[in-house]
């Protein structure tokens, strides 16, 4: 089992930026890829960012890549979604999530965060 909690979301002008964290209990956290997912309002949840166990291998979502960077501290078990240049389609509800699979993270992970909300004005 794994438990995630994620903080630092907020209200943001757009062009702004915003760093979200998400802790990590429970499971081995360097055994774990990890990911953060989004959901706007009336739409799907959507992949943002993953991260391999070691930090080393990232993969982003066309939309925010260049403008979203995600890390991870291994000693802290936490990791980080750091986003600049925010636009208004930034603002949804971000979750942090948790996989052992470098492909099931992506598609279905098996653990989940709370979600933070995150809104961007214009």
């Known amino acids: 089992q794994v438990q995630l909690v994620e903080s630092g979301g907020g209200l943001v002008q757009a062009g702004g930026s915003l760093r979200l964290s998400c802790a990590a209990s429970g499971r081995t956290f360097s055994s774990v890829v990890m990911g953060w997912f989004r959901q706007a309002p009336g739409k799907e949840r959507e992949f943002v960012a993953r991260?391999?166990?070691?930090?080393?291998?990232?993969y982003y979502a066309d939309s925010v890549k260049g403008r979203f960077t995600i890390s991870r501290d291994n000693a802290k078990n936490t990791v980080y979604l750091q986003m600049n240049s925010l636009k208004p389609e930034d603002t949804a509800v971000y979750y942090c999530a948790a996989d052992p699979s470098l492909i099931e993270i992506r598609t279905s992970p098996a653990y989940w965060g709370q979600g933070t909300q995150v809104t961007v004005s214009s």
């Open positions: 991260i391999s166990r070691g930090g080393v291998n990232t």
